[in-house]
Nanobody
Framework: QVQLVESGGGLVQAGGSLRLSCGASGNLFSINVRGWYRQAPGKQRELVASITSDGTTNYADSVKGRFTISRDTSKYENYLQMNSLKPEDTAVYYC??????????WGQGTQVTVSS
C-alpha cells in the first residue's frame, strides 16, 4: 500500500507558475513510476508527466517545455513545476505511482485554475 498527498494547487493568472508536490508514505520501495495526471471538466483523465525509478521522464506534448517533473528520493516526494501556465491547463491534478507489481495508487487531487 502507498498513500499519496498532493499540495500546491491554486489560482494563478495565465503566464504564471505553480509547483505541485506529492508526498508518499507506506511501501515506498515498491514504487517504480511516479506521475502526474489531470482531469478537466467533461474530459478524460490524461497523463501530464512521469518519471521512472531510473530518472527517465515523459511529458504530454501539450506541456513539453513548460512543465518539469522531478523527485526527491530522500523525502519520498515528487514535484511538478508548471511554468507559462495557460487557461487550458485548468484541471484537477492527481499524483500517481505505479509499483513494480503494477499496482496503481492515486492522491486525492488538487485543483489548478488558470485565469485568462
Amino acid at each position: 500500500q502507498v498513500q499519496l498527498v498532493e499540495s500546491g494547487g491554486g489560482l494563478v493568472q495565465a503566464g504564471g507558475s505553480l509547483r505541485l508536490s506529492c508526498g508518499a508514505s507506506g511501501n515506498l520501495f515498491s514504487i517504480n513510476v511516479r506521475g502526474w495526471y489531470r482531469q478537466a471538466p467533461g474530459k478524460q483523465r490524461e497523463l501530464v508527466a512521469s518519471i521512472t525509478s531510473d530518472g527517465t521522464t515523459n511529458y504530454a506534448d501539450s506541456v513539453k517545455g513548460r512543465f518539469t517533473i522531478s523527485r526527491d528520493t530522500s523525502k519520498y516526494e515528487n514535484y511538478l513545476q508548471m511554468n507559462s501556465l495557460k487557461p487550458e491547463d485548468t484541471a484537477v491534478y492527481y499524483c500517481n505511482v505505479v509499483t513494480w507489481e503494477n499496482w496503481d495508487y492515486w492522491g486525492q487531487g488538487t485543483q489548478v485554475t488558470v485565469s485568462s
